[in-house]
């Protein structure tokens, strides 16, 4: 008899912590949530640390928000049970998950390593560096036949 495959489907989360988080907090929050997938049959790819970061609208009253990217296999009642636990943990102001796919081998996907992107707020250049006003000023031409 020919050996079936555990077919899952894959999932991410996105999640927002308050900005003033700690790292140690972050990890006790990542251990819950790789718990969590664990017991519900499914298994965690990887967590994506991606930083501080400027929202697009005030979060809970924050302008900036610590960014998390959870990427996981499992059975379709997973996500309802790991977004139940995200909203008992007070740092976490948001969260969203998507469907990335259906039919993917259980045991086909590997376990990577978490990763830690540097912040964009880090990136940038310190206000000191940057031409005065932002960008050149801008001189209109008067069109042809015009004087002024």
Same mark, same amino acid.
């Given at each position: 008899?020919?050996?079936? *495959?555990?077919?899952?489907?894959?999932?991410?989360?996105?999640? /927002?912590?308050?900005?003033?988080?700690?790292?140690?907090?972050?990890?006790?929050? *990542?251990?819950?949530?790789?718990?969590?997938?664990?017991?519900?049959?499914?298994?965690?790819?990887?967590?994506?640390?991606?930083? =501080?970061?400027?929202?697009?609208?005030?979060?809970?009253?924050?302008? *900036?928000? /610590?960014?998390?990217?959870?990427?996981?296999?499992? =059975?379709?009642?997973? +996500?309802?049970?790991?977004?139940?636990?995200?909203?008992?943990?007070?740092? +976490?102001?948001?969260?969203?998950?998507? =469907?990335?796919?259906?039919?993917?081998?259980?045991?086909?996907?590997?376990? $990577?390593?978490?990763? =830690?992107?540097?912040?964009?707020?880090?990136?940038?250049?310190?206000?000191?560096?940057?031409? $005065?006003?932002?960008?050149?000023?801008?001189?209109?031409?008067?069109?042809?036949?015009?004087?002024?």
């Amino acid at each position: 008899m020919a050996e079936t *495959k555990q077919l899952v489907r894959e999932y991410e989360t996105i999640y /927002l912590l308050k900005a003033e988080t700690p790292d140690e907090q972050v990890d006790e929050i *990542k251990e819950r949530l790789r718990g969590v997938v664990s017991r519900q049959g499914g298994k965690v790819i990887r967590f994506t640390n991606q930083g =501080k970061r400027k929202t697009a609208f005030p979060v809970a009253k924050n302008a *900036k928000a /610590l960014y998390m990217h959870c990427l996981y296999v499992g =059975k379709p009642g997973l +996500v309802t049970e790991l977004e139940r636990n995200l909203k008992m943990i007070d740092v +976490v102001t948001k969260f969203q998950s998507v =469907k990335l796919a259906d039919g993917v081998d259980f045991d086909a996907r590997q376990v $990577e390593a978490d990763v =830690k992107v540097q912040a964009v707020e880090d990136e940038q250049k310190p206000r000191e560096e940057r031409p $005065e006003g932002g960008e050149e000023p801008f001189e209109a031409e008067a069109p042809e036949g015009q004087e002024e």
